[in-house]
């Protein structure tokens, strides 16, 4: 059996997985049921002819009481059309298809969206200006980390990268739907059909962009690639853990990143129609976007405009640099994505953005001899805090050198590292203090965020204070709790405090203390 | 005996040691010898009535071969006028002196200059552009920290600085000439005699420069002061410890801080004279100049050239700031001397400048609660090494809140701290490579410093890297040391290393790595 042969017998497993599958509803007959913020999906037969990628539109109208809403569907292959839709209210919906194909158009259908069940609190969207917050208000702090190839890198790797991911916390990925050259592992599929026969594994030089001899019709996708994609986002969905969906990178061996604008925007629609409707999918419009040289910056925004328009669930949309940041206050991107740790800066950038700001790249723990790579798991620990007390957010990676032939964490598989831990800590202790999103303080004397009158987080960072006078604003008074942000401990502090509180601390660094309003 | 009594009693004695002092050498008689960079002192009679400090004009001038050295003179009180000087050169050396006064003029005198004796190495210049050497051409390495207040805040807290000064091995010292205030605790005496009575102790509240109720006579110096100031100087000079005196400072409770230009001036010529002779004095203008909001950019730049011109020895002069540099490319600075710790710009301000850098204040080891004030040792530690990759200097401060009433080490007393034997660990490591000064690399991948053919210092800083390929350049062979700067250790590495060397590294942050030139 040579690779082409697995790879479909491949998608057609996943594909029946994917019919059964707990969260896609398949269509088809009336009275169906999907829960509030569900895929519903509905699939018709269809040519299979010429290449119904470009010949053929297809789509279907919902329908919610006054409502409209216009989706996009794709071809799945093997003569099947389908569109996948999220509601976003219970209540019962309908919905009829358009094409230009006959056979595709004017089927009808409906479902009863059912309430959310518990768990599930809808997609992020940004609130309170510079934070985000779920659909159903619950507040949302990303708290997230880097696994590149977990969409395509296949068995046993992405399996592992899902159960570490669930038991570090992370409750955000960033993950990339084009492949990357993973050194002697392959993808497990090639997201557009060959030209030719497939090159025997290990003849290509993965590493080197520009060595792949292998050819790509660019106009016909290979469904199966984004099937067990799609199964990979299903499975972060179910749990909890966003999505963050990266559309093009600089990372290729195969020409990807240099297809031509034709190719490249029905790339972008084919992968909206496929994966829009998964809730906990963001859409990263690039990694490093500046070292992609094939591309301008009137492809960038072009990119952002296609992703707005083509997504009728309006999911986050962001642009991830190398050296050049892209202009975020533009209108299409939803907040600011940064390869960065300078965080002092995050007050300019804020006020210049006015939009939340991740820092998704803030170097990697590890031991790697690249610089950007080999971070003390403190130093990790401690960007996170910074980040916070800077009232904004910040993206974890580790690239510890492999010992055992398998991926770094950085493209899927174990975490080794010791700050995820630490860094599910501060997102449980955000959680905990009910906090809409910390804030930064103007021009602090010791770093320190928070909504003044409820929470206030302080964050000493390499100053060994022994004690400090802590200027509590209004009347307010709080209970006081000193933290450990490395051991994960917390001494509550006796008495209540409002005003100007001097406090003994413990003069060691890295410190946190946390006012939380007293009483009821 | 009230205060004034005290004074009066204690500048006697000071006297009278200072002329049995081992390095000063009273004159009035041929045949006298003086070791190169040591201090002669001739005193003569003189008028005691009237203000011999503005009315009489006094100097010396010394002749050596064919050479001569205009040297102005002093009052030191009690009708004695004195003339110092330190001869650079060893043989047979004449003066004369000259006066508006009929009976200090045309006195004449000789000495011998003897060869220096084993372990003086002459005053500190700079060299080889940006880094320091002593006289007889030893490279100097300023590794120095900051007792504002031991020159004035007498036993036993003078001695134990010296003490802890030594046992630390700094070799530099930063001290305030002009006294501060030191809370509970009184500097020892004035500069000034006072009009009218001094008030008791305690009746001025120290702390607040607009409260002292005492008035001075800016036109008569307090001799007494100077003298003991003077014993400070050189028992640190006999310690090896260059005294990096501070001529101005805002921290003042008497007005000094603004006397007005006639008295600043007359200051200036005055410290100069008394102080100059002493080999191990540089004169830094100010601390935090621009904080002393009673002068200008002119003024500084006038006080520049006052000492400047007066001082016949050619003492390294620097000037010191808070928040705005001062242009240190002007050409009476020898060294900027900084009030920062982003050494990341210390390309450009070489580059801007053309001469040594010295970070004079980048926070203090402590736990105060100021944030300047509460650096973890390690911390303090790290900045050293970082500035010495950078090819600049730092100098150390210490303010562990005081526990016995006694002063915290920034003014005077007892080191605390742990950053110390780090500090001077690494000036010893920095000796024994035979380094004339560390270059920094140019956009290095990882921040490293040398003689490129000699000797090359890597500092990991917070890269935790496991392995990593060093660039050695050329064809020389060196032999490599893992050091561990906070641990004191240093691993010898087998082999030689040429070319593109790929060494295992420990992972752990903070390492270095030193390349030394392998054999003869």
Known sequence: MDRRELIKLSAGAMLAGMVSGAAAAPAGKAGKQVEQWGVFEAAFPG??????????????????????????????????????FSPDTAGQWSYETSSNVKELTGQSGGFSCTAAAGGDHGPVLTAHNFHFQYADATPYFPFGTTCYSYGFIGEPYAGETLKNLREAGFNKVRICLLPKPLGKLQPVAMPYERVGEALPPGAENLADSSTSKEQFDLARFNPAYFQQFELRVQALMEAGIEADVILFHPYDAWGFKAMGPE?????????????????????????????????????WDRFFRIVQESDPHSRLRSIHHSHVPYDH????????????????????????????????????????????????????????????????????????????????????????????????????????????????????????????????????????????????????????????????????????YSGKSKITLTGRPHMAVLFERAGA
């Open 47 to 84: 040519p299979a002819t010429g290449n119904p990628f470009v010949e053929v539109q297809f789509g279907a109208r919902f329908t919610f009481g006054h409502r409209t809403v216009e989706v996009a569907g794709f071809y799945d292959g093997d003569g099947t059309y389908k569109v996948r």
């Open 263 to 299: 190719a490249d925007d029905r790339y972008l629609r084919y992968a909206v129609a496929r994966l829009s409707a998964y809730r906990n999918v963001w859409w990263s419009i690039a990694n490093e976007y500046d070292l992609v040289r094939s591309k301008t910056m009137a492809d």
């Open 329 to 496: 206050s533009k209108p299409w991107c939803t907040h600011a994505s940064l390869q960065e740790y300078d965080f002092e800066r995050s007050g300019e950038r804020l006020a210049a953005w006015n939009k939340p700001i991740i820092y998704d790249e803030i170097q990697y723990e590890g031991n790697i001899a690249r610089r950007w790579g080999n971070l003390s798991p403190e130093e990790m620990t401690y960007r996170f805090w910074r980040a916070t007390v800077y009232g904004v957010y910040a993206t974890h990676g580790e690239t510890y050198m492999s010992t055992d032939g398998g991926p770094v964490w950085s493209d899927a598989g174990r975490l080794h590292g010791s700050s995820p831990a630490r860094i599910t800590y501060l997102r449980k202790l955000l959680e905990r203090t009910g906090t809409t999103g910390l804030m930064a303080a103007e021009k602090p004397y010791y770093l320190n965020a928070g909504n003044p009158g409820q929470v206030i987080l302080y964050y000493f960072d390499y100053h060994c204070a022994g004690e400090y006078e802590f200027p509590l604003p209004g009347n307010t008074k709080f209970k006081a709790t000193m933290i450990d942000p490395w051991a994960m401990t917390e001494t509550p502090l006796a008495g209540v």
